[in-house]
């Protein structure tokens, strides 16, 4: 105890006088001052030299000492501790009061006060804000919030469509879905051709003046809008149930088939092939349209795509230098006279047309991809036999005779035994796949053979395929003047269509020679019936002009 009192007496600033305790005052705490008197702290040191004569002797000794001291020691002891313990109190209280000064803890607390009360009433103004803001937003986005959910970036879902399973009756539907929807675009060009081509007089002369009439006086855009209304207004009328007709040319209705609900598998086949037929054509026609544009602009054609180029500058400057009105005018008057006067004379004179009609030269000179890809081959193979020509033959046999046309196993009269005029038409000069039936023979080596068929302008040659040697004695050659009979053939009848082969009739066999699955028979067919019947007529005019032979 003794010395957790030294250790609270020497907690504070070291003082070297104390009161002395006679003259200490025995008030409270309050009454202590910093005027009292001190007196040198010797005493106080004696005492405790008294209490602890050893000084840090054993512990033993302690109890005897206390014991044998006097209650007046033990009073001043106890006085002693009161007088450190007062001066402890005092000295603690002037920090307290310095501190208080110094950091003004009132006037903080009053400060902090006002702070409390600002915040209460920020807070009140806040919520009374976001209140009115709430039912300002709730009231915009009631106004506006389908509208602005519109405008919310969201990644874009790759879905995927799943795809039908072919269906021949599908497939039939489809096409004529489409027909169906394509109708007012084809009958509208039809009625355009009709009025270009004065189909009804009296129609196309109003059509004309009063066309003249408004780009005169620079009304063609509202003669156009005005068209579209009144289309719009008796669509609607259709549309209500009345019998309306406004076409220049009478419009054919076909008669339509009810859909078959059972077809038998010839039918369904048939059918299949008569669609793909359809598709493919119109499919054909799309790309040589596509074709033809790419090749346009790509300079294929570099005198074609010049005309364009020029056209477009010409027009490019006309434009800057011309006033717009000067210049609408002039494109209204020339659009009116080429459709109405210069198409109708292109259209009734068609060399005029294939000498000066410059949109139909450019459009029909412009190759596509299959034309140009033939025209380079055929360009490469003139080359090559050029050249072959000229080192085996010297110069100017291949000017007088012409192109040897060569087959896969040599030239063309070496393997028919032909002589060098021959050649193949211009339509089959790569010849048609096909296979030769000859019913005379019975061994199935010689009664089916796969080949190429050629025709020139006096015969009919087949090619096998299995003939090594260049002329061979698989190889067929019929001359067109002793054919007597040219018909489309099917050879099995169980499958559906016209068939895909041609019958040959000639004196030279007991049985009509079959060429058949020939992919391109009608083609085929054509050309070998356009030439039969060219030899049959010069055979005739021959035969009127020398009648005693």
Same mark, same amino acid.
């Given at each position: 105890?003794?010395?957790?009192?030294?250790?609270?007496?020497?907690?504070?600033?070291?003082?070297?006088?104390?009161?002395?305790?006679?003259?200490?005052?025995?008030?409270?705490?309050?009454?202590?001052?910093?005027? $009292?008197?001190?007196?040198?702290? +010797?005493?106080?040191?004696?005492?405790?030299?008294?209490?602890?004569?050893?000084?840090?002797?054993?512990?033993?000794?302690?109890?005897?000492?206390?014991?044998?001291? =006097?209650?007046?020691?033990?009073? &001043?002891?106890?006085?002693?501790?009161?007088?450190?313990?007062?001066?402890?109190?005092?000295?603690?209280?002037?920090?307290?009061?310095?501190?208080?000064?110094?950091?003004?803890?009132?006037?903080?607390?009053?400060?902090?006060?006002?702070?409390?009360?600002?915040?209460?009433?920020?807070?009140?103004?806040?919520?009374?804000?976001?209140?009115?803001? +709430?039912?300002?937003?709730?009231?915009?986005?009631?106004?506006?919030?389908?509208?602005?959910?519109?405008?919310?970036?969201?990644?874009?879902?790759?879905?995927?469509?799943?795809?039908?399973?072919? +269906?021949?009756?599908?497939?039939?539907?489809?096409?004529?879905?489409?027909?169906?929807?394509?109708?007012?675009?084809?009958?509208?060009?039809?009625?355009? +051709?009709?009025?270009?081509?004065?189909?009804?007089?009296?129609?196309?002369?109003?059509?004309?003046?009063?066309?003249?009439?408004?780009?005169?006086?620079?009304?063609?855009?509202?003669?156009?809008?005005?068209?579209?209304?009144?289309?719009?207004?008796?669509?609607?009328?259709?549309?209500?149930?009345?019998?309306?007709?406004?076409? /220049?040319?009478?419009?054919?209705?076909?008669?339509?088939?009810?859909?078959?609900?059972?077809?038998?598998?010839?039918?369904?086949?048939?059918?299949?092939?008569?669609?793909?037929?359809?598709?493919?054509?119109?499919?054909?026609?799309?790309?040589? $349209?596509?074709?033809? /544009?790419?090749?346009?602009?790509?300079?294929?054609?570099?005198?074609?795509?010049?005309?364009?180029?020029?056209?477009?500058?010409?027009?490019?400057?006309?434009?800057?230098?011309?006033?717009?009105?000067?210049?609408?005018?002039?494109?209204?008057?020339?659009?009116?006279?080429?459709?109405?006067?210069?198409?109708?004379?292109?259209?009734?004179?068609?060399?005029?047309?294939?000498?000066?009609?410059?949109?139909?030269?450019?459009?029909?000179?412009?190759?596509?991809?299959?034309?140009?890809?033939?025209?380079?081959?055929?360009?490469?193979?003139?080359?090559?036999?050029?050249?072959?020509?000229?080192?085996?033959?010297?110069?100017?046999?291949?000017?007088?005779?012409?192109?040897?046309?060569?087959?896969?196993?040599?030239?063309?009269?070496?393997?028919?035994?032909?002589?060098?005029?021959?050649?193949?038409?211009?339509?089959?000069?790569?010849?048609?796949?096909?296979?030769?039936?000859?019913?005379?023979?019975?061994?199935?080596?010689?009664?089916?053979?796969?080949?190429?068929?050629?025709?020139?302008? &006096?015969?009919?040659?087949?090619?096998?395929? =299995?003939?090594?040697?260049?002329?061979?004695?698989?190889?067929?050659?019929?001359?067109?003047?002793?054919?007597?009979?040219?018909?489309?053939?099917?050879?099995?009848?169980?499958?559906?269509? =016209?068939?895909?082969?041609?019958?040959?009739?000639?004196?030279?066999?007991?049985?009509?020679?079959?060429?058949?699955?020939? /992919?391109?028979?009608?083609?085929?067919?054509?050309?070998?019936?356009?030439?039969?019947?060219?030899?049959?007529?010069?055979?005739?005019?021959?035969?009127?002009?020398?009648?005693?032979?």
């Amino acid at each position: 105890m003794l010395k957790r009192l030294d250790k609270i007496r020497f907690r504070g600033p070291k003082r070297d006088e104390f009161l002395d305790p006679a003259e200490s005052p025995n008030a409270s705490d309050s009454e202590c001052n910093d005027d $009292v008197p001190v007196k040198h702290r +010797s005493s106080i040191k004696e005492t405790e030299e008294q209490r602890d004569p050893a000084g840090s002797g054993t512990m033993s000794a302690a109890p005897i000492q206390d014991y044998k001291m =006097s209650d007046a020691d033990r009073l &001043n002891e106890v006085k002693g501790h009161l007088e450190i313990a007062l001066l402890e109190k005092h000295f603690l209280q002037e920090e307290l009061r310095k501190l208080r000064e110094e950091t003004n803890v009132e006037t903080l607390k009053q400060e902090l006060e006002k702070e409390k009360s600002k915040r209460v009433d920020l807070e009140q103004k806040m919520n009374e804000i976001l209140r009115s803001s +709430s039912r300002l937003w709730k009231w915009l986005y009631e106004r506006f919030g389908v509208y602005i959910e519109d405008f919310r970036f969201q990644p874009e879902e790759n879905t995927v469509e799943t795809e039908e399973p072919l +269906s021949a009756k599908r497939l039939t539907e489809n096409m004529r879905r489409l027909k169906r929807g394509a109708k007012p675009v084809t009958n509208f060009m039809r009625n355009l +051709s009709a009025l270009s081509s004065c189909h009804s007089v009296y129609t196309s002369a109003i059509a004309f003046i009063i066309y003249m009439n408004a780009a005169w006086h620079g009304w063609v855009i509202p003669m156009f809008l005005f068209l579209a209304i009144l289309r719009l207004s008796l669509n609607y009328l259709i549309a209500k149930g009345w019998r309306i007709q406004w076409s /220049i040319v009478p419009e054919v209705s076909e008669p339509v088939e009810p859909p078959k609900e059972d077809l038998t598998v010839s039918e369904k086949f048939q059918l299949v092939l008569d669609v793909a037929q359809k598709a493919q054509n119109l499919f054909g026609k799309m790309a040589d $349209v596509l074709e033809k /544009i790419k090749n346009l602009f790509m300079w294929v054609q570099p005198e074609i795509t010049q005309k364009l180029y020029v056209g477009l500058w010409v027009a490019f400057i006309t434009s800057c230098l011309l006033p717009y009105k000067l210049l609408g005018f002039m494109i209204g008057v020339y659009a009116g006279i080429k459709f109405f006067i210069i198409d109708f004379i292109f259209k009734s004179c068609p060399k005029l047309r294939d000498k000066y009609d410059t949109p139909y030269i450019v459009w029909t000179n412009l190759p596509t991809d299959p034309q140009l890809k033939e025209r380079n081959n055929a360009t490469l193979s003139r080359r090559v036999s050029e050249t072959s020509a000229g080192m085996s033959c010297g110069i100017g046999r291949e000017d007088e005779s012409g192109r040897a046309y060569n087959t896969k196993r040599g030239p063309f009269h070496e393997v028919f035994n032909l002589s060098e005029n021959e050649r193949p038409l211009p339509v089959c000069e790569n010849g048609w796949r096909c296979c030769l039936i000859n019913r005379d023979r019975k061994m199935p080596t010689d009664y089916i053979r796969n080949g190429v068929l050629y025709v020139t302008e &006096n015969y009919l040659c087949f090619e096998s395929s =299995s003939s090594r040697a260049t002329s061979s004695k698989k190889n067929k050659v019929i001359k067109l003047q002793d054919i007597t009979d040219i018909q489309k053939y099917k050879v099995l009848s169980v499958l559906p269509g =016209s068939g895909m082969g041609i019958s040959i009739t000639a004196p030279s066999t007991l049985k009509p020679l079959v060429f058949g699955a020939m /992919i391109h028979r009608d083609e085929a067919f054509d050309a070998i019936q356009t030439q039969y019947m060219k030899i049959l007529n010069s055979t005739a005019a021959t035969t009127v002009t020398n009648p005693e032979t």
